[in-house]
């Protein structure tokens, strides 16, 4: 069974930084393409970040480039999205998915990141 | 910048079927933008439904369909059960350095 679960999130005033990570298990994870999506508290999907299976190539949405950092470690099946300079329109649930033929699959539960004075 | 635009809302009856669609400002959704549905309950993550424009994951029920109407993507639910009221989000392929663009989901209230 894939599954894939979620740490590192919580309460850091704006500037600050987190890092997440994504551990998954179930699923042979050096051969998949991975993604962050997040959601804003009411608010809809909207996708982050996405890695190759060997974390040569990444993207980033507008919103986050040159702040945040996805990379991975396969030999520990974990992803991870480093968030430098976070703002407060950063608050979001944010959601590690695996890519999958031109989509995404499976879905971690997500952890909350609170950007806040 | 791309938007992909969705019906805000929908209201269906149990056992009715019900239409959602996915549009680009870009133009016509084809097959090449790959739409991937999914949806979203209350407090819960994200369940991809259809990838591939019309393709259903094992665990995706017989009532959910995708197709292209159009325009559009879609995704049509037949014979409606109480527990399919969600929010439902379609994501579409558009490579280059942004890829993915989700659309702004659609509430499902069946009633």
């Known amino acids: 069974e894939v599954q894939l679960v979620e740490s590192g999130g919580g309460l850091v005033q704006p500037g600050g930084s987190l890092r997440l990570s994504c551990a998954a298990s179930?699923?042979?994870?050096?051969?998949?393409?991975m993604h962050w999506v997040r959601q804003a508290p009411g608010k809809g999907l909207v996708w982050v970040s996405q890695?190759?299976?060997?974390?040569?190539?990444?993207n980033y949405a507008d919103s986050v480039k040159g702040r945040f950092t996805i990379s991975r470690d396969n030999a520990k099946n974990t992803l991870y999205l480093q968030m430098n300079s976070l703002r407060v329109e950063d608050t979001a649930m944010y959601y590690c998915?695996?890519?999958?033929?031109?989509?995404?699959?499976?879905w971690g539960q997500g952890t909350l990141v609170t950007v806040s004075s | 910048q791309t938007v992909v635009t969705q019906e805000p809302s929908l209201t269906v009856s149990p056992g009715g079927t019900v239409t959602l669609t996915c549009a680009s400002s870009?133009?016509?959704?084809?097959?090449?933008?790959?739409p991937n549905w999914f949806q979203q309950k209350p407090g819960q993550a994200p369940r991809a439904l259809i990838y591939?424009?019309?393709n259903k994951y094992s665990w995706t029920p017989a009532r959910f369909s995708g197709s292209l109407l159009g325009a559009k993507a879609a995704l049509t639910l037949s014979g409606v059960q109480p527990e399919d009221e969600a929010e439902y989000y379609c994501?579409?392929?558009?490579?280059?350095?942004?890829?993915?663009?989700f659309g702004g989901g659609t509430k499902l209230t069946v009633l």
């Open positions: 890695i190759n299976s060997d974390g040569t190539n990444t």
């Open positions: 870009t133009g016509a959704v084809t097959s090449g933008y790959y």
């Open positions: 179930g699923l042979t994870f050096n051969t998949y393409w």
């Open positions: 994501l579409l392929y558009y490579g280059g350095a942004q890829p993915w663009v």
């Open positions: 591939s424009t019309s």
């Open positions: 998915t695996r890519g999958y033929y031109y989509g995404t699959d499976y």
